[in-house]
Structures are given as C-alpha cells and as structure tokens.
C-alpha cells in the first residue's frame, strides 16, 4: 500500500501562523523526505470548504520547488472548467518545475455555481470531462490541437513548454459511480475515489469489475486505485478522538450539502431546506460517528494497520490521507510521524508477504 497526503481544507478562520499554507508545504516537504508516494490538492471555488485550492497546478508548482521525490498530483482538475490546452499547459510548467513529478485525476465538477467560469453546460459535463482527457493526453504527447484565432480562422496549437513525462499520470475523480470506475478502466485511467458516498463492500464490488474491465480493454493492465480517508493517527484512540471531535464536527457543518447526498440516496424524501438546526446537529454527529469508526484512518497505528489490511485486501493500491480537515496546523504537523509509522509498517508487512 502506497501512502499519499491530500489536502481539502476548510478554511472560514483567519490564518495564524505560518499562514494558510503552512500545512501544505510542510506536509509536502515531510512526506518528500520519508517515502510517501504523492501530494494530492484540489480544486474548488467561492466557498470556505475547499477555498484555499482555486487551482491546483499553482499549488503544485509550490510543492515542486520544495520537493525532489514526491509526486505533485491535482486531485482534481475540474475539467470542463478549462480549456484543455490550458489544462496542458499548466500542467508541463508543474512537470518540469518537479523533474517529471505531476499527475492528474479529472473531475466533471460537483457544483453549478462553479460554472460560471465556463461556457460549459453544468448538464453536459461528463461529457465533456471524457473529452479533455483524451485532449490532454494528445496535447501531452506533443500533438496538436485544432482551435479558432481571435480573428475566427483555425489554427493549430501545441503545449509549451514540453513536459518532462511522456505520458501524462492520469485518474478520474469518482464519488462511487459505477459507471465512472468502468469507463476510467476502458480508458486506461486510474480512479481517485473515497467514502461519502459508499461503503467499503460496495467499493470492492467497483474495484472488481474496474480491475476485469482494465485487464481484458489493455492486455493485462490492471489500473490503480486511490482511495481518500480522513486520517489522524496517536497513542490513544481516545485521546485521538477527542483531539478531532470539534474540529472535525465544524468541518462537516462547513460541506453539509455533501453529508446531504448521503442522506438522500437512502431517503429520497429527505430535503436539506427543511432541517433545522438540531437536525443539522444531530447529522453531523452521526457523520463524525461513521467517519471516525469506520471511513477514516482514526486512532492508533495498530489499528489503523488493520483498516489497511482490508482496504488492500479489496484491491485499493494508494491511500491518500486527508489530513487538514480543522485540527491545528502544529498538531496535524505532530502527528505525521505516526502516519509515517504506519506507512512503514505496511511496507514490512508487504516484504514478509512477498518472501
């Protein structure tokens, strides 16, 4: 198992500190120095939950300049969002800042008010995401892409500068569509997912078909899947517990439109608009439960290690572990090296397993 840091911060209080990005490059610079696999950062718009990540590729050219090994990835570029020139182009000024480090996973986008960026259709962007992925890739590859001048005549345009990589890493964001894991298999694309909106048996069901589809679409590939868990790791499960019991709870109020699809795909009758505030109160600590005990890596290293064992026994390759979810910058920064401890204990695990 592969371990990654991801970032998807609320961000409502004012900065202290080392600022708002201290976590980030901090993060970075640790997970860069012990062995973790990639940085993931996001992308969101004109909100708290999330706004510290309007683009992910100035992110990620921040984290290349104080990196050498560690993958610098967008978890996610909302694609239809951007022209996929830009997209490309972005990209290869972050793959040749980090040496030939960057990745992307691709996301249709979630919210229609982000659409007020692009002339793209909210209804039509699945659609238009599968298109600026192939795009991307050709663009990647140092071919062309036909566009109209500013004069309305065509032309045909590559990306500058070169990227390092001949071939762009690519994921698909996925919030546990089915068809989202089978058509990311057909294209030869891995699957950056997480557990709002499935359980772990119902993910292993989607890793089955996604790893049977990818074999029998490209000679025996298998792909490679990401899973996203909010991550805190101590000595003491309780005192882990209290530690992100508040922060975690002001985290989930800040995204409760995204606890709401939850909710609502075991109770169509549910509407976000008529709760009030005990109601609200009572589903955040129901989620808080449900996170902690079982769609999180919570607690100790031992018992985290176990919540590994059964994701890698469904077929998950990478862990990507979201850790600024409110706790204090210093604090989350404290508790890497258990993260670290875990990390290291999968990988003696593995090196027994494989003897």
Sequence with gaps: MDFSLFYFAEDSAPAAGGGRYELLI?????????????????ERHFHAFGGLYPNPAV?????????????IRAGSVVSPLHHPVRIAEEWAVVDNLSGGRAGVSFASGWHPVDFALSSTSFAD???????????????????CQQVKDGNGREAAVRVFPPPVQRELPVWITSGGEPET????ARVRAGVLTHLLHQDIPELAEKIAEYRRLAREAHEGWTGHVVLMLHTC??????????????PMHTYLRSSIGLIARSFATTD???????????????????????????????GTVEEAARTVARLRAIGVD?????????VATQTVLSRLPYINELREACARNREVDQA
């Design 233 to 246: 790791l101590g000595a003491d499960r309780r005192e882990v517990r209290e530690r992100v019991r508040a």
């Design 318 to 326: 990478e862990i990507a572990c979201l850790i600024d979810f409110g």
């Design 268 to 298: 169509p009758d549910f509407r976000l608009e008529s709760l009030d505030d005990e109601d609200i109160d009572f589903i955040v600590a129901r989620s808080f439960d449900t996170y902690f005990d079982e769609r999180g890596l919570f």
């Design 59 to 71: 992110l990620g050219a921040a984290v290349a300049t104080v990196t050498e090994h560690v993958s």
């Design 26 to 42: 901090e993060g970075a610079r640790f997970a860069d120095r012990n062995g973790f696999r990639a940085v993931w950062t996001p």
């Design 181 to 184: 894991f089978r058509t990311a």
């Design 125 to 143: 962007r699945k659609a238009v995401m599968w298109e600026s992925v192939e795009q991307v890739r050709t663009l990647w590859r140092g071919g």
